[in-house]
């Protein structure tokens, strides 16, 4: 019988470079609880070890718990927490990060979709406090990715930074990489790289 929690490690060692052109180099580990992940309460834990992408340093710790399976509307309820994130640029100036969401993944007959709750804090690399907070729900869905659209198609985003309230519009649930930001005076349309 293997002993909990069990781990994988992903070491990327001294560099490997992606067929995009993003190096890594370090360690993922994971640590994960229960037998199957399908079963509510079962949580995988990240961490890392000396973990850097394109020169950057990732520390912290993400914890993903399996919140609950609703098998007659086929949907999932992923927990998800950020402890102690913290990105390490070259010239040593760091951003904090935390959070704490809720992202529901629903399978249907088209695909999936997922809604994501929650909110996040953390510290700009200025030193400046940051918060956001997600207002209307985060709508990702499968059809959207196959385009190559990653990013949400529906929900609102708020931001709040040095004490400017800003919101983030992602659409109307076209597939499409628009977003409306709103700000203190006025309003404009982005599109997203």
């Given at each position: 019988?293997?002993?909990?929690?069990?781990?994988?490690?992903?070491?990327?060692?001294?560099?490997?470079?992606?067929?995009?052109?993003?190096?890594?180099?370090?360690?993922?580990?994971?640590?994960?609880?229960?037998?199957?992940?399908?079963?509510?309460?079962?949580?995988?834990?990240?961490?890392?070890?000396?973990?850097?992408?394109?020169?950057?340093?990732?520390?912290?710790?993400?914890?993903?718990?399996?919140?609950?399976?609703?098998?007659?509307?086929?949907k999932v309820t992923l927990n998800v927490k950020i402890e102690n994130g913290l990105i390490t640029w070259p010239d040593n100036q760091t951003v904090t990060y935390s959070s704490t969401q809720v992202r529901q993944v629903s399978l249907g007959s088209?695909?999936?979709?997922?809604?994501?709750?929650?909110?996040?804090?953390?510290?700009s690399r200025e030193g400046f406090d940051y918060t956001a907070t997600v207002l209307e729900p985060l709508i990702i869905n499968e059809d959207c990715a196959r385009t190559g659209v990653y990013i949400p198609s529906l929900g609102v985003l708020g931001f709040s930074f040095?004490?400017?309230?800003?919101?983030?519009?992602?659409?109307?649930?076209t597939c499409d990489k628009v977003v409306e930001i709103t700000y203190p005076g006025g309003a404009k349309e982005v599109?997203?790289?």
């Open positions: 019988m293997t002993s909990l929690p069990k781990k994988i490690i992903v070491d990327f060692g001294a560099g490997c470079t992606s067929p995009n052109g993003v190096v890594r180099k370090g360690k993922i580990l994971l640590s994960y609880t229960g037998s199957n992940f399908l079963f509510p309460g079962t949580s995988i834990v990240t961490t890392f070890e000396g973990y850097e992408v394109n020169g950057l340093k990732i520390q912290g710790t993400r914890t993903i718990t399996n919140g609950g399976i609703d098998l007659l509307n086929s088209s695909g999936y979709e997922v809604s994501v709750t929650g909110t996040a804090s953390g510290k040095q004490n400017i309230s800003v919101s983030v519009n992602y659409g109307f649930g599109t997203l790289d």
